[in-house]
C-alpha cells in the first residue's frame, strides 16, 4: 500500500523547498492536505509528482509547486478571507483553508464543482465553500477579500476582483496570451491605488467569462481595450528562425550542422529511442562531421562490450573469439535497426581507404551489459595473461548468479553483504590497470577494451546494487561512468581527437535546467560535457509532434509500433508543430535569436519516450518541465515521424560472417 504521508513529504522537500518556498503555513498546510484525494480515479500514483493532473473539462489540477507559489505569494494569513477563482479539483481551496479563516471558491464547471465540494465536504474542510459559476465577476456577496488567487490566465485583470479586494489585500492571477502568460500580484494600496508585481512567465488554462476569454478563445468585448498592440506570437517566432531541413541524402543536411564542427564533442539526442527520422537525422550529421571535420569517435548509448564487436567490423579489425551476437538484449531494436545497419556499412566502407590508426571507432558507453563484460575481460586476461585470468574468475564469480537477470543482484546485494564483492570488482579493475605498460605492448586497442569492460564491471555492480534504494544515485552513476568513458576515449585518441554522441535527449540535453536536475538531483552526459569542455560542447536536441514509434509498454516487453499521441498545447513541441514546417533546425546559441531564446526560457513541458512507451499516462509518464534554450544549443525538428524498422532475418543474407549483426 502506497504511504502517501512519506511521497506528501518528499515533495516538499524535493519540489517545494528546493525551489524555493519558505513560507511555513504554506508548507505545513500542504503537508496535512491529501493530494491523492483530489485527482482522478486511477492516478493516486502521481498525485506527488510535480506536474499537472488532467481532470474533465479540459481542465487541470495545477502542479503543486503552483499551488504554493500562489498561496505564498498572496501571503495568506489566519484569519484572512479568501476568494479562490478556478477551484478545479478543490486542492488549492482545501490548501488555503488550512491557514485562512474562510474560503470560498468558485468553479465554472459544474461537473467539477459537485465532486470538489464534496471532497472537502468528505474530509471535514468546513471553512471551504466551492461553488460553481463566473469567476471573473468575482463573489460580491462575501466581499471584501484579504486575498483573492485565480488558477486561470485573463487577458488582463478583471475589474470585478480588483474592487472586490480589501484595503491591503492581495491579488494574485496569471495575465496575458495562451503562450505569454505573466503571473501577476496585485496589492490594493488605497481605494484607488493598486501595486503591481510580475512573478514571472508561467501556463495555465483560459480564464472563460465575462471578464475573460470567451469560450471561442477570443478576449471579451468588456475586457476590451482598443488600440492594444499585437505581440508576436512564440511558433511565429519559431518559423521565423527555423532553418528548413534538406532530404537526408543531400549533402547540404550535414552541412547545416557545420557550425558545430569546431567542438570537441557534438551530441546528438532524439526524444524516443525508436524513431527512424532521429536515426536518419544522426547519421546524416554524422557522415558530415567524419567526412568533412575530422571526428573520428561515434560513442553511443550502448553496451561497451557489444559495440566493441561492431567496432572490430567497421575498422577492419579482426573478430573477437566470442560467438554472441551483439545487441541481443532488451530493447533489441534500439541498435539492430535498419538504419544503425546503413550507417555501419558506411563507416566500414569509409574506412577502408583510409590508415588503420585514422579510422572511425564506434563504442559503447554504457553500463548495462555486465556478463558481456565479465566475459570479454576473462577471454582478454585469457590470452595475455592466463593466471591473472585464474584469478578473475575467482573474484567474479560472486556475481555470476546474477549475470543473466543482473537487476536481481540488487535485491540480494541488500541483505548479503555486498561489500566484499564490490570490492573484489575493484581490485580486478585495478589489477587490470596497473598492468596497463606490460598489456599495451601486445595491442593499444586491445587494451582500451579490456580496461573499459573492467571498470564496467565495477561501477556495474555498484548501479544494480544501489538502484533498489531510490533516488537520483543509481541515475546519476550511469551518466558518470557514460561520461568518464567518452573522457577516456578522447584521451586514447589523442589531443586533436574529436567525438559524436549519441544519446536520448535525457542525456545530452543539459540537466540542470530540467526537472532531472531541478527537483531530482540528476545529472547527466550533456551537463558533465558542458562542464568538463565549456564551449567546445555542442548539445543538439531532436523532437517531434506525432507519427509511430517502436516501442514496448513495460521493460523486457514485447516491442510494438505506437501511434505517438499529437503534442500538448503547453509543450514545446507544440510551439513547434504550430510554426508549420514539415523539418528545421533551430539554432539556440547565445547570441543568435535572442528574442526568441528568451521567450523560450519560459518553462515549458518537453516530452521524454525512451524505450517504453504507455500513451494512456503520457503527461506522468513521458512529459518534463525543462527550458529548452539552455537545455540545448541546437533543436532538430521532425513534424511527423515513423518508427525505426528492426533487423530481420532477411536483412543478413549475403553479409559477410564478420558482419556484427550475422545470426
Not at 385 to 391: C, K, L
Request: proline share 5%; net charge negative.
Amino acid at each position: 500500500m502506497a504511504d502517501y504521508q512519506r511521497m506528501r513529504d518528499h515533495m516538499i522537500e524535493a519540489h517545494i523547498k528546493r525551489r524555493g518556498i519558505r513560507d511555513e503555513y504554506v508548507l505545513n498546510a500542504m503537508r496535512t492536505v491529501p493530494r491523492e484525494r483530489f485527482v482522478a480515479e486511477g492516478m493516486a500514483e502521481f498525485a506527488y509528482e510535480d506536474a499537472p493532473l488532467a481532470l474533465g473539462e479540459g481542465q487541470t489540477i495545477s502542479q503543486p509547486y503552483i499551488v504554493a507559489l500562489m498561496i505564498e505569494a498572496a501571503e495568506v494569513r489566519p484569519g484572512d478571507r479568501v476568494l479562490e477563482v478556478g477551484a478545479g479539483s478543490g486542492y488549492a481551496a482545501a490548501v488555503i483553508g488550512q491557514i485562512a479563516a474562510n474560503v470560498y471558491a468558485i468553479e465554472r464547471h459544474e461537473a467539477l464543482a459537485v465532486p470538489a465540494r464534496r471532497r472537502v465536504s468528505d474530509l471535514g474542510y468546513d471553512n471551504v465553500e466551492i461553488f460553481a459559476g463566473d469567476g471573473t465577476r468575482g463573489f460580491p456577496d462575501q466581499a471584501p477579500f484579504d486575498a483573492i488567487l485565480v488558477a486561470a490566465g485573463g487577458p488582463a485583470v478583471p475589474e470585478a476582483l480588483k474592487e472586490q479586494l480589501a484595503i491591503g489585500g492581495r491579488l494574485v492571477i496569471p495575465v496575458g496570451e495562451e503562450f505569454g502568460q505573466r503571473l501577476c500580484k496585485i496589492v490594493r494600496r488605497t481605494a484607488v491605488r493598486y501595486e503591481e508585481t510580475d512573478l514571472g512567465a508561467v501556463m495555465f488554462v483560459p480564464l472563460i467569462g465575462e471578464q475573460g476569454w470567451s469560450e471561442d478563445g477570443r478576449r471579451a468585448a468588456s475586457n476590451h481595450k482598443p488600440g492594444a498592440s499585437r505581440k508576436q506570437s512564440l511558433p511565429e517566432m519559431i518559423a521565423e528562425a527555423a532553418e528548413d531541413l534538406p532530404n537526408f541524402d543531400d549533402p547540404a543536411f550535414g552541412h547545416l550542422f557545420d557550425r558545430f564542427g569546431d567542438r570537441r564533442v557534438v551530441l546528438l539526442g532524439e526524444a524516443s529511442h525508436g524513431t527512424a527520422e532521429f536515426y536518419r537525422a544522426r547519421a546524416a550529421i554524422t557522415r558530415y562531421l567524419i567526412t568533412r571535420r575530422g571526428y573520428t569517435i561515434v560513442a553511443v548509448e550502448a553496451d561497451w562490450p557489444d559495440a566493441a564487436k561492431v567496432d572490430r567490423y567497421v575498422r577492419h579489425r579482426s573478430a573477437s573469439g566470442r560467438e554472441e551476437t551483439p545487441f541481443q538484449r532488451f530493447p533489441t531494436w534500439m541498435w539492430r535497426n535498419t538504419e544503425i545497419q546503413a550507417l555501419i556499412e558506411w563507416m566500414r566502407k569509409h574506412n577502408a581507404a583510409i590508415d588503420a590508426e585514422d579510422r572511425t571507432g564506434f563504442y559503447g558507453l554504457d553500463i548495462y551489459n555486465m556478463s558481456g563484460s565479465i566475459g570479454a575481460v576473462l577471454d582478454y586476461l585469457d590470452t595475455v595473461d592466463p593466471q591473472a585470468a585464474a584469478i578473475a574468475r575467482e573474484r567474479y564469480g560472486c556475481l555470476t548468479p546474477w549475470q543473466k537477470n543482473p537487476a536481481t543482484y540488487g535485491r540480494a546485494a541488500l541483505s548479503r553483504g555486498y561489500a566484499e564483492c564490490e570490492q573484489a570488482v575493484i581490485d580486478q579493475c585495478q589489477d587490470l590497470l596497473r598492468r596497463r605498460l606490460d598489456y599495451a605492448r601486445h595491442d593499444g586497442d586491445a587494451f582500451l577494451d579490456a580496461a573499459q569492460n573492467a571498470r564496467l564491471i565495477a561501477s556495474a555492480e555498484r548501479y544494480y546494487r544501489i538502484m533498489y534504494y531510490g533516488g537520483a544515485e543509481s541515475w546519476n552513476l550511469r551518466d558518470t561512468h557514460m561520461f568518464e568513458t567518452l573522457q577516456r576515449l578522447l584521451d586514447a585518441k589523442g589531443p586533436d581527437a574529436k567525438a559524436i554522441v549519441w544519446a536520448h535527449n535525457s542525456h545530452i540535453g543539459d540537466a540542470r535546467f530540467t526537472d532531472m536536475g531541478a527537483t531530482r538531483d540528476e545529472l547527466n552526459i550533456g551537463q558533465l560535457c558542458r562542464e568538463a569542455f565549456g564551449g567546445e560542447a555542442a548539445l543538439i536536441g531532436f523532437g517531434t509532434h506525432t507519427g509511430t514509434v517502436a516501442a514496448a509498454h513495460d521493460w523486457d516487453g514485447d516491442m510494438e509500433v505506437m501511434h505517438v499521441n499529437p503534442s500538448r498545447p503547453d509543450s514545446y513541441e507544440r510551439m513547434c508543430h504550430d510554426a508549420g514546417g514539415d523539418s528545421f533546425l533551430l539554432d539556440l546559441s547565445p547570441g543568435k535569436h535572442e528574442p526568441l531564446r528568451r521567450r523560450l526560457s519560459e518553462p515549458r513541458l518537453e516530452r521524454f519516450i525512451g524505450v517504453i512507451y504507455r500513451p494512456d499516462t503520457e503527461l506522468w509518464s513521458h512529459y518534463s518541465q525543462a527550458i529548452l534554450p539552455e537545455q540545448f544549443d541546437a533543436y532538430v525538428w521532425f513534424d511527423e515521424t515513423q518508427a525505426v524498422e528492426p533487423l530481420g532475418i532477411e536483412h543478413h543474407r549475403g553479409m559477410p560472417e564478420t558482419y556484427p549483426f550475422g545470426e
